[in-house]
């Protein structure tokens, strides 16, 4: 700091000082005349020679405090400027940022200040030669900042300098990596897993290679998470010892630039009898596990693969991601559960999915093969943080705040935003941007759906400032953030806050109660109550470990004000000018339909009047809140993100309804009936050939199944007895699924245990290396057959192999497939012994650990195929109708008539 005697240096870096020293926790020295002349430079005069010693001096000083981590404010008139760009180069030369400020006081001004009396000695001509007055003073030409200090507070000018040192990076102690005025990602790393474009198709390659690890849903939330930089410096699912830092800590140690041969510690196996040295420098905030079960089928496959990587794969059978170096250990549930949540309530939505994971986790970093989309009209919403960063870089934001929405945004909250918003200017940001972030991954059932609220808040943006519930879209920026909400109170908050630092926001607004809920009639301590104190979050969020400079903006209590039609914090002097609007009354006007109240009659009693105050919400985005709570269960909504795929059907498919739901129904375009009307094996084959209708095609999860009852007996999802879709939790499927047309397993056939049939056609699986597609019909060699008993019923599994796969010349029986696939007999009986298991029921039972011959099982085939001549009324046979089955194909009990016309009334008749 340059400038004339009484300009401020000393007294604006004692300020600057007390701001770093205690919002950063840094090392600070002032050097100035005060301090110098009485030691290192007390043997110099006033001369000009001994003041550019004095500057030389001191600028040396600086650089070695500087070097040792130490900012060093210096406080010196140092009137000449060559003096003052020699110590800049030094600095330079060293590589430590170096800053000039111009501290530019009118000399009048200084006059009255006249701090030490020395203006008034040179008045008086007691005192010669005074820099500024009768000595010269060469003034920076370029200085970094320049303070007109007569024109400030000592706090705005100290305030300015901490600004210029945040919005510079300088206060991080790493490399800058974001825009100005942005904080670095945790750990002081860009994580960006994205596969680069060049070699996709080669990892893509590699992946259908791998071990397939089944991910869910909610895991395939936790993997966006990862792999856009939300939870850096974190750069998969979770190790061991990760696990345990965050359970125990809340937060991870690291060491980004490996001062202490820790750098890799969260990317190495985890070993329990080696430890580095010394520990890892830094802390940073990590307050969730962030974790991938698996059970103990996908274990083996893992523990006997050559390969040191498996293939992350959906539940709809799409190879998503490449997780290197798998560490796979036991899934702790309790101590997972205990230590995450500080509750004990086995009703809660979150704990419940934990305890339903498999009894081990994969630890392991991962490489995303391509973006993650969910093509479900809300992806133009979804940004990683490297995107978000550019957004507000374009914005010219110094500063970003972000507002956490789980429900529509109503007026109250844009004041608040607005309001944060207003007061970080009044703290000397110029252009602080508003982070609209609605939760876009998994939440419970009866959270407001994701769509829902960001199609409101669309309408909140595009009303702008005109309606008291809009926000101003210049200086906001919406985009959904993807990872899952767990409701865990204080503990999730603080990973709430983290997250999204790691896309550029240094302020995050918090309310009461963040991240928590009520228990469950289950919970001990706290059912149908808060789990957690409404104050605790916000307290913990603020001392939280490794949370560093990000800084909290609470709310404050909003009424809505009926003499102007606005919301605003009340005043208790005229307290019956306004009214509170709860959530729950919200909700109940919403159901009822209300309308705009009068601006200028509104009623005490809003539920009986059913309007709603004008300046509550921005009308369209109002419309929006009353058509989704009056046809809450209309099935249309998207309640968090969930991929929206393409069954990946044959060509010679129709399909209805929106697969992975229960109104999906997939016909074939040439057959009226998937199960009547198709052929047995093609023409011309021999008995050892049949035709296979695919359900389920080769890593799908999803328990598609042809449709018995219903016309035309299309292929659909199977549904749990709560009604939602039924998937596969055992592992990724590793055989194409189906069943053989015209054929039926009559419950009253016994085998010699007693198990009849299970009142399906005969069940095929697939052994080939080639996705079939789903409802296609393709001829198929049988190897043999597998007896499963399925409680108390037979169900027995056709072993095949497609002709057109690249080994099915060499496979004609089992004793082939288990030579040219060695193990895969062994993996068929496990998965069909042991697939219900990770859904909590008990093991099945094979009638034989053998499998049959190809002749047992082509008698198996023409038993059935009998059986369904009896059930369709062309077999010697009888079969009464209480069966439920539809029959009325031209293949069964139908005629030959039946065209594409009435298959089209079927697809009519399942929307009833």
């Known amino acids: 700091m340059t400038g004339c005697s009484g300009a401020g240096k000393t007294t604006i870096a004692t300020a600057l ?54 900012i060093t404010l210096v406080g010196l008139i140092s009137p000449y400027r060559g003096d003052r760009d020699a110590v800049r180069k030094r600095h330079e030369e060293q590589g430590i940022p170096f800053y000039e400020i111009f501290l530019d006081v009118p000399v009048d001004e200084l006059k009255k200040r006249d701090p030490k009396g020395q203006y008034a000695r040179v008045e ?3 005192l010669k030669h005074f820099t500024c007055i009768d000595d010269p003073y060469e003034p920076p030409l370029q200085p970094e900042i320049t303070l007109k200090t007569h024109e400030l507070e000592i706090e705005q000018s100290a305030d300015i300098l901490f600004r210029r040192l945040e919005m510079d990076g300088i206060l991080e102690g790493a490399p800058k990596l974001t825009p100005p005025g942005l904080p670095n ?6 994580i960006d897993l994205h596969v680069p474009a060049h070699l996709r198709e080669e990892r893509m390659a590699e992946a259908e290679t791998l071990p397939k690890v089944l991910i869910s849903d909610l895991d395939l939330n936790w993997l966006q998470v990862i792999g856009e930089g939300w939870a850096s410096p974190l750069k998969g699912f979770m190790r061991e010892g990760t696990l345990l830092e965050v359970l125990h800590f809340n937060s991870i140690l690291v060491d980004p630039f490996n001062l202490t041969d820790n750098k890799d510690a969260h990317t190495s196996t985890t070993n329990f009898e080696k430890f580095t040295q010394f520990r890892a420098p830094d802390r940073v905030s990590m307050s969730v596990p962030i974790t991938l079960s698996c059970t103990e089928y996908t274990k083996a496959a893992i523990d006997n693969s050559p390969h040191g990587a498996v293939a992350l794969t959906t539940q709809m059978g799409n190879i998503v991601a490449i997780l290197r170096n798998p560490e796979i250990y036991p899934n702790r549930k309790e101590e997972i559960a205990t230590r995450m949540f500080g509750v004990i309530d086995m009703g809660h939505p979150y704990i419940k999915e934990i305890y339903k994971g498999g009894d081990y986790l994969i630890g392991g970093e ?40 789980r429900n529509p945004t109503h007026a109250g909250h844009a004041y608040l935003m607005r309001s944060a918003g207003e007061n970080l200017k009044k703290e000397g940001y110029k252009n602080p941007v508003l982070w609209l972030s609605p939760l876009g991954g998994w939440t419970k059932e009866d959270d407001v759906p994701l769509d829902v609220r960001v199609k409101q808040h669309e309408e909140v943006l595009n009303s702008g400032l005109e309606h008291p ?9 919406m985009a959904i953030w993807p990872a899952p909400m767990v409701y865990a109170g204080p503990t999730e908050v603080q990973f709430h806050a983290k997250s999204r630092r790691s896309a550029g926001a240094s302020y995050f607004v918090v309310g009461r109660d963040p991240a928590g809920m009520k228990g469950s009639e289950l919970a001990v301590a706290h059912p149908d109550d808060d789990l957690y104190d409404g104050d605790h979050g916000r307290y913990v969020l603020q001392n939280s470990p490794g949370i560093g400079s990000m800084k909290m903006l609470s709310f404050v209590k909003v009424m809505y004000d009926i003499t102007d039609n606005v919301m605003k914090v009340p005043d208790e002097s005229r307290m019956d000018d306004f009214i509170s609007i709860s959530g729950s009354k919200m909700r109940l006007l919403a159901r009822n339909g209300a309308v705009p109240c009068s601006r200028t009659d509104i009623p005490t009693d809003l539920v009986g009047a059913n309007c709603v105050p004008s300046g509550f919400m921005v009308p369209k985005g109002w419309d929006i809140v009353v058509d989704y709570y009056k046809n809450i269960d209309s099935g249309r909504w998207i309640p968090w993100s969930r991929p929206q795929v393409d069954p990946g059907a044959s ?115 697939e052994v080939g290396s080639t996705r079939l597609e789903m409802g296609s019909i393709t001829p198929c060699r049988v190897l043999g057959h597998l007896e499963l008993i399925d409680e108390g019923e037979m169900d027995n599994k056709i072993i095949c192999i497609a002709l057109s796969d690249p080994d099915a010349s060499s496979i004609h029986s089992m004793g082939d497939l288990e030579r040219v696939k060695p193990g895969t007999i062994d993996k068929l009986k496990d998965w069909l012994k042991r697939y219900k298991t990770s859904d909590g029921k008990p093991e099945n039972a094979l009638a034989s650990e053998n499998p049959t011959s190809t002749k047992e099982a082509i008698e198996l085939i023409h038993e059935t195929n009998s059986r369904w001549k009896n059930l369709c009324g062309k077999g010697s046979g009888f079969v009464s109708d209480g069966h439920g089955f539809w029959l009325d194909a031209a293949g069964c009990k139908g005629h030959s008539s039946s065209s594409s016309s009435s298959r089209t009334s079927n697809l009519a008749t399942w929307d009833d």
Do not use: C
């Open 17 to 70: 000082e007390d701001r770093l020293v205690k919002a950063y926790g840094k090392h600070v020295y002032r050097l100035d005349g005060d301090n110098l002349r009485t030691g290192i430079n007390r043997d110099l005069t006033f001369s000009e020679a001994d003041r550019a010693e004095s500057v030389r001096r001191t600028g040396e000083i600086a650089t070695l405090f500087a070097d040792s981590g130490v």
């Open 124 to 126: 008086s001509g007691e």
């Open 185 to 190: 990602p945790d750990g002081d790393e860009e």
């Open 366 to 405: 991962v490489e995303l093969l391509d973006r993650i989309k969910y093509n479900d009209g809300l992806d133009k919403w979804r940004k990683t943080t490297r995107e978000l960063m550019d957004e507000f870089r374009e914005k010219g934001a110094d500063t970003v705040y972000a507002f956490q929405t």
């Open 469 to 477: 519930g809009g926000l101003d879209p210049a200086k906001t920026v």
């Open 651 to 765: 060509s010679q498919t129709k399909s209805e309804g929106k697969f992975g739901t229960g109104s999906f129904r997939l016909a074939h375009s040439t057959y009226e009936s998937y199960w009547h009307d198709i052929p047995l094996r093609p023409e011309g084959q021999s008995d050892e050939i049949i035709n296979l209708v695919t359900e389920i095609p080769l890593y799908m999860t999803a328990k598609m199944e042809m449709q018995k009852t219903l016309p035309g007996n299309p292929i659909g999802q199977d549904s749990n007895s709560d009604g939602s879709p039924r998937y596969y939790t055992y592992g990724t499927t590793f055989f194409n699924y189906g069943y053989i047309p015209q054929t039926w397993e009559d419950p009253s056939l016994k085998d010699s245990l007693g198990n009849g049939g299970d009142n399906d056609p005969l069940d095929v699986m």
